[in-house]
C-alpha cells in the first residue's frame, strides 16, 4: 500500500522543546496539506503546498509553526517552543484534485 | 473556524438500520465531501457531491446536496457494526486550492 505516511506516529515532549513531523505524500500528488485536530474536533487547516510552493500559510496557528516542501516530495512541519496546547493529531493529506487521502496522523503530547 | 455543522453529534443504531447524518455550512461551495474516521485510524473519503448536483450514490451510501438551504444529508443504509465511526463533511476553502473545511463529525455507533 503506498499511501500516505507519517512519522512519528506519536511523539511525546517537554514544553519548551521544539518538534518536526514528516509526511510522505502519495507520490504522483501534487498538493499536500497539513490539518490539526483536536479531541472532538473536526481537522483544522493549517498549510498546503502545490509542488514545492507553499501556496497558503496563513492558517498557521502561530510564528511557532512553520512548514517545508523543499524538494516537492515530502513535507516536514515543525512547532517551535512546544506548548500544552500543541497537543494534538497532525494530520498529512495529498491530493491531486478534490479528493484528498490523508495519512495516519502524528499524535503530539506536550508535557 | 469550522464551517460545517454535523447533526446529530452521536447517532447510535441497530445493526441492519439506516443511518441519516447531516451537516449545514454558512458560504457557497463548489463540492462537499463527507469522509469517516475510525477510531486511531486515519480519515477516508466517502463521497464528493458537486454544487450542481443534488444526490450521489455509492454503495450503501447515499448523500444529498440543497445548495438553496446551504446542507447535505449522509444516509447509510443496512448499517453493519464496522460502520461504527465518526463521519464529517467537508467543505472546500476559498482561496486554498483544494483545502477543506470540516464539521465538528458525527459519532456513529452501530450495535450487533
Known amino acids: 500500500d503506498t499511501g500516505v505516511s507519517q512519522d512519528p506516529r506519536h511523539k511525546i515532549t517537554k514544553r519548551g522543546q521544539n518538534v518536526t513531523f514528516r509526511c510522505d505524500p502519495i507520490s504522483e500528488h501534487n498538493r499536500l496539506y497539513w490539518y490539526r485536530q483536536t479531541l472532538g474536533q473536526g481537522p483544522e487547516f493549517l498549510t498546503y503546498?502545490?509542488?514545492?510552493?507553499?501556496?497558503?500559510k496563513s492558517r498557521l496557528l502561530s510564528d511557532r509553526f512553520s512548514a517545508e516542501r523543499p524538494k516537492g516530495s515530502f513535507s516536514t512541519l515543525e512547532i517551535q517552543r512546544t506548548e500544552q496546547g500543541d497537543s494534538a493529531m497532525y494530520l498529512c493529506?495529498?491530493?491531486?484534485?478534490?479528493?484528498?487521502?490523508f495519512g495516519p496522523g502524528t499524535r503530539l503530547t506536550v508535557t | 473556524s469550522q464551517q460545517g455543522e454535523e447533526d446529530p453529534q452521536a447517532l447510535s443504531i441497530q445493526e441492519g438500520e439506516n443511518a441519516t447524518m447531516n451537516c449545514s455550512y454558512k458560504?457557497?461551495?463548489?463540492?462537499l465531501q463527507w469522509y469517516r474516521q475510525n477510531s486511531g485510524r486515519g480519515l477516508v473519503h466517502l463521497i464528493l457531491i458537486r454544487s450542481n448536483e443534488r444526490e450521489k450514490h455509492s454503495g450503501r451510501l447515499r448523500v444529498t446536496l440543497d445548495t438553496s438551504k446551504k446542507s447535505s444529508s449522509l444516509l447509510i443504509t443496512a448499517s453493519r457494526a464496522a460502520d461504527t465511526a465518526s463521519y464529517f463533511c467537508?467543505?472546500?476553502?476559498?482561496?486554498?486550492?483544494?483545502?477543506?473545511?470540516f464539521g465538528k463529525g458525527t459519532s456513529l455507533l452501530v450495535t450487533p
Open positions: 467537508a467543505t472546500d476553502l476559498s482561496n486554498s486550492g483544494y483545502a477543506l473545511n
Open positions: 493529506a495529498s491530493s491531486l484534485g478534490s479528493q484528498q487521502y
Open positions: 458560504t457557497s461551495i463548489n463540492n
Open positions: 503546498f502545490q509542488n514545492e510552493a507553499q501556496l497558503e
